[in-house]
T-cell receptor
Framework: AQSVAQPEDQVNVAEGNPLTVKCTYS??????LFWYVQYPNRGLQFLLKYITGDNLVKGSYGFEAEFNKSQTSFHLKKPSALVSDSALYFC???????????FGKGTMLLVSP | KAGVTQTPRYLIKTRGQQVTLSCSPI?????VSWYQQTPGQGLQFLFE???????NKGNFPGRFSGRQFSNSRSEMNVSTLELGDSALYLCASSLSWEQETQYFGPGTRLLVL
C-alpha cells in the first residue's frame, strides 16, 4: 500500500526567508506526487506535481518541489516566504491504477511578518 | 472555465437522517472522486467514478454510497448519519482517470447533531 508522511505538524518561518515543507512517500513502482494547499474554509488548490522528468518541479505562486528518489522525498520549497503563504499544505501520492490520491496528514505553514 | 462546484456548501443534520451531496465537475472532466476531511483522520478517499462507473472505493461503511450521471455530475449519499460523519466532504475532478491532476471543489461542510 502506498503512503505519505509529513513529519512536521507546523512550520514557522519569517517573511522573506526560504521555506521547506517536508514529505516522504512509500509506493511500489514509479510515484506520481502532488502538493496541494488549503486555505481556511476552502477546498484544496493544486500547486504542483511530479510525474517524470526533471527532479525540480516548479509550480504555482513561486513554489517548487524537489523529487529525490533515493531518499523517497518530495519536499516543497519557496525561496522567499510571504505572509499570504500561511495555510495548510498537503503532499499526496496517486495510485497509478486509479485517480485515487493518498494524502499526508498536512503541515500548517505559518509565515510571520 | 468554471471550477468544481459543490452543493450545498453547509449542511446541518441530526443523527439517523440521511444526506445527499452534489458535485459538478469542471466542464469536460469525466472522472470524479470524493474525499472526507476530518481533524482526526485527515483526508480519506471515499469513491472514484468515471463514465458512470465506480472504479475504486475507499474503506468506508456501506452507509456511504455514490453515483455518477451521464453528464459527469456526481452525488454521494450518507444514510443513517452518525456524529462521526461530521466532516468536510470534498469532490475532485480530472479529465479522465488516467489524467494526473485532480482539481478540488470548495467542499460541503456537514455537521451532524
Amino acid at each position: 500500500a502506498q503512503s505519505v508522511a509529513q513529519p512536521e505538524d507546523q512550520v514557522n518561518v519569517a517573511e522573506g526567508n526560504p521555506l521547506t515543507v517536508k514529505c516522504t512517500y512509500s509506493v511500489s513502482g514509479n510515484p506520481y506526487l502532488f502538493w496541494y494547499v488549503q486555505y481556511p474554509n476552502r477546498g484544496l488548490q493544486f500547486l504542483l506535481k511530479y510525474i517524470t522528468g526533471d527532479n525540480l518541479v516548479k509550480g504555482s505562486y513561486g513554489f517548487e518541489a524537489e523529487f529525490n528518489k533515493s531518499q523517497t522525498s518530495f519536499h516543497l520549497k519557496k525561496p522567499s516566504a510571504l505572509v499570504s503563504d500561511s495555510a495548510l499544505y498537503f503532499c499526496a501520492v496517486r495510485d497509478i491504477r486509479y485517480s485515487t490520491l493518498t494524502f499526508g496528514k498536512g503541515t500548517m505553514l505559518l509565515v510571520s511578518p | 472555465k468554471a471550477g468544481v462546484t459543490q452543493t450545498p456548501r453547509y449542511l446541518i443534520k441530526t443523527r439517523g437522517q440521511q444526506v445527499t451531496l452534489s458535485c459538478s465537475p469542471i466542464s469536460g472532466h469525466r472522472s470524479v472522486s470524493w474525499y472526507q476531511q476530518t481533524p482526526g483522520q485527515g483526508l480519506q478517499f471515499l469513491f472514484e467514478y468515471f463514465s458512470e462507473t465506480q472504479r475504486n472505493k475507499g474503506n468506508f461503511p456501506g452507509r456511504f454510497s455514490g453515483r455518477q450521471f451521464s453528464n459527469s455530475r456526481s452525488e454521494m449519499n450518507v444514510s443513517t448519519l452518525e456524529l462521526g460523519d461530521s466532516a468536510l466532504y470534498l469532490c475532485a475532478s480530472s479529465l479522465s482517470w488516467e489524467q494526473e491532476t485532480q482539481y478540488f471543489g470548495p467542499g460541503t461542510r456537514l455537521l451532524v447533531l
